[in-house]
């Protein structure tokens, strides 16, 4: 084929492009439009202040997934859609998101996936000013982390679920890849590493092998050891890419987590848990008596009616006696689900504690975006 023959070939498919995109933006914009008429149904049902629906939009995203064709992979498409739910939304008034800051954290792009960028994101400095800016009516929902692939829970989240009245509304689950940063290198240069105590953890090995005499010095958060490396000369921070661009650092080694599957599951809070979206996840507190077989006896009812659990994590009781325990539990299905709700009214009748602390969408499994070639038309 002819260099000719080449020009006229990409210029009848951009054209092509170019009309396609005529044709989304006509729709994006019939998009909104019904959007902003569903706002108006909802304020005329007095149901003005429901506009973030996470089981309407889990449903929304499994639907994309589920027809799918390529050549965008499905992380891509998920993305996708979910920016142009969260404009929709916007049409219809703000949703204020509360998440523990300050900005550059994994926690805000946890927020960001979940609520997309049209989202207002309000950075919090620790796990309590989240839940009480929620418990205030300062923010419609919060974003706080709870558990970690390598190195478990956050033990204040569920502490703090359990002495607060939200609920949990949604999840998400983010794949958490560590970097090395500073304001210059090379990395044999660095004589301090900052990062949260859990990055620290799940870089260790790596540290270990690279810099066995830097000192590590645990702070708040991942951004706040960006924040401390860009104004200290020798010193590094483990954190994101989006916290290098934050605060002008850069990026001396990419990808030091010891684990390749690393993971990091985010709680979403709010004030009511949603309605079933066919494919749930309901979290529970419960306690029992001191016994022995008491657990057993308690969770029984799961294992009758076919109930899968899957996580059950033990905090000491607050209030009771010395090692007296209460157990948070996960199980697939929503409480509202009538063999869930059997199982759940058995279990309720056996505890000596028993809290639904909220039934919500399971989160989309966590996934590495592709970055596919090319000069997008």
């Known amino acids: ?119 207002e994101l309000r950075p919090m400095e620790d796990i309590d000013a989240v839940f009480r800016e929620v418990e205030a009516g300062g923010a419609d929902h919060g974003v706080v982390p709870v558990e970690n692939s390598s190195e478990g829970v ?37 004589r301090r590493v900052y990062a949260h105590q859990q990055a620290l953890a799940q870089c260790r090995r790596w540290l270990d092998e690279h810099l066995p005499r830097a000192e590590r010095a645990a702070v708040a958060s991942n951004a706040e050891a960006a924040r401390r490396a860009a104004d200290e000369t020798g010193a590094a921070a483990v954190a994101s890419e989006a916290a290098a661009g934050r605060y002008g650092l850069r990026v001396l080694a990419r990808n030091i987590e010891d684990e390749p599957g690393n993971t990091t599951r985010f709680l979403v809070v709010g004030r009511q848990s949603p309605p079933p979206s066919g494919a749930d996840k309901t979290s529970l507190v419960l306690s029992a008596r001191n016994e022995p077989g008491a657990l057993f006896r308690l969770l029984e009812p799961l294992a009758r009616h076919g109930i899968s ?36 009214a058995e279990l309720e009748r056996r505890a000596t504690l028993f809290r639904v602390l909220g039934a919500y969408p399971r989160a989309l499994r966590a996934a590495d975006e592709p970055r596919p070639a090319g000069d997008g038309g």
């Open 1 to 119: 084929m002819s260099g000719a023959d080449d020009d006229s070939r990409l210029k009848a498919l951009r054209a092509r492009i170019d009309a396609l995109d005529e044709e989304i933006q006509r729709l994006v914009s019939e998009r909104a439009a019904c959007a902003r008429e569903i706002a108006e149904v909802k304020r005329a049902a007095g149901d003005g202040n429901a506009l973030y629906r996470p089981e309407r939009e889990a449903e929304v995203l499994r639907r994309v997934v589920a027809r799918n064709e390529g050549p965008l992979p499905d992380e891509a498409l998920v993305r996708l859609f979910t920016e142009l739910m969260s404009a929709c939304r916007a049409v219809q008034g703000p949703v204020r998101v509360a998440y523990l800051g300050p900005e550059g954290t994994f926690t805000q792009e946890a927020a960001l996936r979940q609520f997309g960028g049209f989202a």
């Open 154 to 190: 956050v033990t204040h989240t569920l502490d703090r679920m359990l002495a607060s009245p939200l609920a949990i509304c949604g999840e998400v689950e983010l794949r958490v890849h560590h970097n090395l940063l500073a304001r210059e290198g090379p990395v044999e240069a660095v």
């Open 309 to 344: 659990m899957t996580r059950i994590e033990s905090r000491p009781a607050r209030r009771g006696g010395l090692w007296e325990y209460v157990f948070f539990v996960d199980i697939k299905g929503h409480a509202e689900e009538p063999h869930v709700a059997a199982a759940l």
